[in-house]
């Protein structure tokens, strides 16, 4: 698939702001089918700018990664892109996201009673630049 058919797809929707997506529950499952399988597959809830319609919004959102890539299945997609690439269209600061394993997972899973967010509030953040770090905070 060509870089710019993903970049489109990635700015179409509007239902994975806080309250109108899937990406929670979509990044859960998919963890919890592949996890026990591949030990190298992290479940990620962090904070994205959006592109297109969502152009200005900073905003929590969940997927998984494996090693160098991510599976982004919110909303019934199934994005496959190299992480660099996602992280930089994103503008995700990696130390500002919090990452799980298979095991950990089920634990927060459990401690929470839900499939996340469970240790960064779901919510529509306002866009600032931080000069220092590179990123939007």
Not at 30 to 44: A, D, H, I, Q, R
Not at 78 to 97: A, D, R, S, T
Request: glycine residues 10%; hydrophobic residues 25%.
């Amino acid at each position: 698939m060509k870089l710019i058919n993903i970049l489109r797809e990635m700015s179409l929707d509007t239902s994975n702001l806080p309250d109108g997506g899937d990406c929670f529950n979509s990044a859960y499952e998919y963890m919890v089918e592949n996890g026990p399988s591949n030990k190298n597959l992290k479940l990620v809830h962090s904070v994205v700018s959006g592109q297109g319609k969502l152009s200005g919004k900073r905003y929590t959102h969940a997927w998984c990664e494996d090693d160098n890539n991510v599976i982004d299945t919110s909303n019934g997609n199934n994005f496959q892109i190299i992480k660099m690439l996602y992280y930089g269209i994103g503008n995700v600061n990696p130390n500002q996201g919090k990452y799980y394993d298979y095991n950990e997972t089920l634990r927060m899973s459990n401690k929470y009673g839900n499939k996340g967010p469970w240790e960064i509030e779901n919510k529509v953040y306002d866009q600032k630049y931080n000069s220092k770090t590179g990123f939007y905070d």
